[in-house]
Every structure is written in structure tokens, then in C-alpha cells.
């Protein structure tokens, strides 16, 4: 059964670039069955899927987001990645990472908190 | 990129069936079948009850049943029990702007 674990700063200052990795256990990355997906939420609120990318590097982002988001694929340690630029208050949230199958988010890691603040 | 509308809260009595419902537009909800519904207990990750609109994955209770009509995708969770007590997210597929979230639900067993 895959195990998804987030890490990375639980502290971002405004304006800058917050950067999580999800790092994957109990199966490969590479694997053709999955996209890998960001999702946050932040506290008190609802759910925000971010972006998505496949093994082979495609990405989908939240249109919302799309200009300041990167997500990207390291194969050879089974783990991707976020980066979020400039960013506000407005992005303090639980970052979440997912495994996408049959268009369900599965397998979901316990979340990381990151707050924006200086 | 719209979030899909839920009702904020909901309640039922144990043993009880309520419905959760979830809608969208013919942009998401209604043109495809990728509708999956989470449940959410306080403080912890989101956990995928429903997939591909009425599909339950491997461990989840037959209690919990998805489908759809139109523009409105629906979670059904019959013999309420009040471990059921969470936070409902639905999430459909929408094309163009991927993957939408619903608002969410709070059920509440009284």
C-alpha cells in the first residue's frame, strides 16, 4: 500500500517561495497507474486541489494558481514536488499529497502545515 | 473554476440514512463520471469514500453509496452511525480547470 509523507518549511515569510516535498513508499512513482496531486486547506476551510503531475513530468494546475505554482518529478528518490511563489497569507494552509487513480485521490499523506507570516 | 456547491451542514439520528449532495454545471459534474466524495475527521487527512460516482474502494462500508443525476452528484450514508460524524468533500473532474472541490459538509449525528 503506497505511504505519502510531506516535508518542508513549516514557515514561510511573505513574498517569498514556499517548497514541499512528498516523498512516496510502498511503490514507485514511475508508476504508469498514477498522476500525483498537491491538494491545501487552509484552516477552517474546505479543500483546494493545486496541481497535478505524471511520472513522465505532464503537469495540470489550478488555474487560480497556475502562474505561481510549479510541481516537478524526482524518479530516481520517488518524490515530487511543490513550489508556490510570492506568497501571502491567503496561502497558510495543510498542504496535502495524493496519488490520483480512476479520478479519486487515494492513499493521502497526514499534511503539512505551512503559515505564511513574517 | 467554481467550486461545486454542498449544503454547509447536515444532520441525521443513528440508524437513520442521510444524502449529501453536490452540484455543478455540465462543465463538470454533468458531463463526467469522475465524481468522488471524502470524508474528513478533525485533524486529520481527508479519507476517499466514493469514486468514479458510485464505486466504493476496498474497506469502505456499504453503508456509503454514490450517484448522480444531471448536474448533481449525491452521497448517501444509510444506518448513520456516529463514527460517521465528519466533514464531506465531493470533487469532480472538470476538464479544461481539472479537479474541483466542493465547499464541503459537516455531518452531524445527533
Known amino acids: 500500500q503506497l505511504q505519502l509523507q510531506e516535508s518542508g518549511p513549516g514557515l514561510v515569510k511573505p513574498s517569498e517561495t514556499l517548497s514541499l516535498t512528498c516523498t512516496v513508499s510502498?511503490?514507485?512513482?514511475?508508476?504508469?497507474?498514477?498522476?500525483w496531486g498537491w491538494i491545501r486547506q487552509p484552516p477552517g476551510k474546505g479543500l483546494e486541489w493545486i496541481g497535478s503531475i505524471y511520472y513522465s513530468g505532464s503537469t495540470y494546475y489550478n488555474p487560480s494558481l497556475k502562474s505561481r505554482v510549479t510541481i516537478s518529478v524526482d524518479t530516481s528518490k520517488n518524490q515530487f514536488s511543490l513550489k508556490l511563489s510570492s506568497v501571502t497569507a491567503a496561502d497558510t494552509a495543510v498542504y496535502y499529497c495524493?496519488?490520483?487513480?480512476?479520478?479519486?485521490?487515494?492513499?493521502w499523506g497526514q499534511g503539512t502545515l505551512v503559515t505564511v507570516s513574517s | 473554476q467554481s467550486a461545486l456547491t454542498q449544503p454547509a451542514s447536515v444532520s441525521g439520528s443513528p440508524g437513520q440514512s442521510i444524502t449529501i449532495s453536490c452540484t455543478g454545471t455540465?462543465?463538470?459534474?454533468?458531463?463526467?463520471?469522475?465524481v468522488s466524495w471524502y470524508q474528513q475527521h478533525p485533524g486529520k487527512a481527508p479519507k476517499l469514500m466514493i469514486y468514479?460516482?458510485?464505486k466504493r474502494p476496498s474497506g469502505v462500508s456499504n453503508r456509503f453509496s454514490g450517484s448522480k443525476s444531471g448536474n448533481t452528484a449525491s452521497l448517501t450514508i444509510s444506518g448513520l452511525q456516529a463514527e460517521d460524524e465528519a466533514d464531506y468533500y465531493c470533487?469532480?473532474?472538470?476538464?479544461?480547470?481539472?479537479?474541483?472541490f466542493g465547499g464541503g459538509t459537516k455531518l452531524t449525528v445527533l
Open positions: 455540465s462543465s463538470d459534474v454533468g458531463s463526467y463520471n469522475l
Open positions: 495524493a496519488p490520483m487513480v480512476q479520478g479519486a485521490f487515494d492513499y
Open positions: 468514479e460516482g458510485s
Open positions: 470533487c469532480s473532474y472538470a476538464g479544461s480547470s481539472p479537479w474541483v
Open positions: 510502498g511503490g514507485s512513482i514511475s508508476s504508469s497507474s498514477y498522476y
